[in-house]
């Protein structure tokens, strides 16, 4: 019996620590003097040039069965 009471008195203290940090810590005056636009242009330019070698590839394997025939 004194063994369920600690366990219940320790479940009751970890949902209380938790649930006090449930809204996360405020980083706005971290991240507000940072601009993201370049990294997004940059990501977006990254990615569209990998979609351009992948269209080039799936296109000339199509053309390269069509020449064969099969």
Known sequence: ???IKKVVAGLGAAIA?????AAGP???TLTDSIDFGTV?????GAAGA???????????????SAVKGG
């Open 26 to 28: 405020d980083m706005s």
């Open 17 to 21: 620590s938790v649930s006090a940090f």
């Open 40 to 44: 997004t242009t940059a990501i977006l």
């Open 50 to 64: 990998l979609i351009v070698v992948y269209i080039a590839w799936k296109g000339a394997k199509i053309v390269l």
């Open 1 to 3: 019996m004194n063994l």
